[in-house]
Structures are given as C-alpha cells and as structure tokens.
C-alpha cells in the first residue's frame, strides 16, 4: 500500500449532505436522493463525483463509531453563482492528500481504510489532518464491481 503524496488545490463542490455514524453507516439513501438532481448543477467541471467525509475537529484523536459526521455526494463546481434547492456548497480547502488507489466492489473497503489508519498513517512521517476526506468516482467507477476504481484521498500534515 504505497499512496501518492498529493498538493491538493482547493475545490469548490455542490451536493448533497447527510448526518451519519459508522455503526449505522448507509450512504446509499444519500446518493439515491442526489444522482437524479446533479443535473441541475449547471457549472461542473467534469462528470467525476465527489464522495466527501466532513469530520468533527477530535474525530481521529478520540475515534468512537457512534460519533456523527456529514457524508456528502456532491460534483466539483466552477462557482457558486448558482445553487439548487435542496443542495450545499463545500469547499475543500489546499493541503496535502496521501492518495490511495482503490479496486474492488467494496466489500473488502473496511479492511482497506483499516490498512491506511492502523498501519500507512502510523508507521509514515505522517498525520490525518482536520480537512475533508473524499474519493473521487471517476470514470472506472463501476458501483458494486470487482473491476470498480477510485481514488481514496486522506488529509495529512507532517508529524
């Protein structure tokens, strides 16, 4: 498991936001209220989507599943001239990204994210900071296929 260390530029996304845990985590009534309405988003910059974890400030240092976080669906924008009813504006500030590749149809993602935060983020010159988390779902992305890709991107900063 070997990332890329990434300069992120900031990215201003519109989507839609839900509150969730990890021990009742089910994003698919999330994305199923957002795919039918993305396109009223008028400005995207490109048909990548956007799927972001908004964590509280001690969410990492004190993790407990039972904690609430907004999970949103959302596609990157050129401006917020424009909003949709029903939607929010993100915007997801520069920093840098451990950026991991991910395949598979998702079942085995819990072992993947486990990897990264007991065993990458540890033992690497590394800490998860206090901004977005998100993949992209590009172009490979293939819900629920083992040929599914995407790209997991993880906030961090120099210990």
């Not at 985590?25 to 795919?35: D, E, I, K, R």
């Not at 072992?111 to 998860?128: G, K, L, R, T």
Request: aromatic share 16%; net charge negative; proline share 8%.
């Amino acid at each position: 498991m070997k990332p890329r260390i990434v300069a992120f530029t900031e990215k201003k996304l519109i989507g839609c936001k839900q509150n969730m845990n990890y021990v009742a985590y089910n994003p698919v009534p999330l994305w199923q209220s957002f795919m039918p309405i993305k396109k009223e988003i008028l400005n995207s910059v490109s048909t990548d989507l956007f799927s972001v974890q908004q964590f509280p400030d001690d969410f990492w240092t004190h993790f407990n599943p039972e904690k609430v976080f907004e999970k949103w669906a959302a596609v990157e924008v050129t401006d917020f001239d424009t909003i949709p009813d029903n939607m929010h504006t993100l915007v997801i500030p520069n920093g840098w990204y451990a950026v991991f590749n991910y395949k598979g149809d998702g079942s085995d993602a819990p072992a993947f994210f486990e990897a990264i935060f007991s065993n990458w983020i540890p033992n690497s010159d590394y800490v998860v900071d206090n901004r977005p988390h998100f993949e992209i779902l590009g172009v490979k992305y293939k819900k629920g296929h083992p040929d599914s890709e995407e790209e997991v991107w993880i906030p961090i900063r120099l210990k």
